[in-house]
């Protein structure tokens, strides 16, 4: 994918919700698979109107889209959106969410989505 040069307003405002730790972790999780509002709330031991909150920043920027299945909305990393390979690289600094997957797993609490 190509590198596209952001204006600095657009970067700013990527780099101001990306310097949110729940964010970040967020855009993490979402690079690795989609994910929804309860697995949000059980890996970051939140609430969900406060997930919800960060995830309607997320998506009122373009980081991340989401998706409808049933009754559950998943959300995923926005490969279409302008700063995605800025996410990229940040991410490349950025510990992935895969064991917090494997840990929803073993609990039994990804399948409670599907």
């Not at 204006?7 to 730790?21: N, R, V, Y």
């Not at 999780?29 to 994910?35: F, G, K, M, R, T």
């Not at 917090?100 to 039994?108: N, Q, R, S, T, V």
């Amino acid at each position: 994918m190509e590198t596209t040069m952001l204006e600095t307003e657009k970067a700013a405002q990527i780099l101001k919700l990306l310097g949110d730790k729940t964010r970040l972790t967020m855009i993490a999780l979402v690079n690795e698979q989609d994910c929804c509002v309860c697995e949000f709330v059980e890996i970051l031991k939140m609430s969900q109107p406060a997930i919800s909150q960060h995830l309607r920043k997320l998506r009122d920027t373009g980081l991340v889209k989401e998706q409808r299945r049933g009754q559950w909305i998943f959300y995923s990393i926005n490969k279409e959106f302008e700063g995605y390979s800025m996410i990229k690289e940040i991410l490349k600094h950025v510990p992935d969410g895969a064991h917090h997957f494997e840990a929803l797993e073993k609990a039994g609490l990804r399948i409670r989505c599907t």
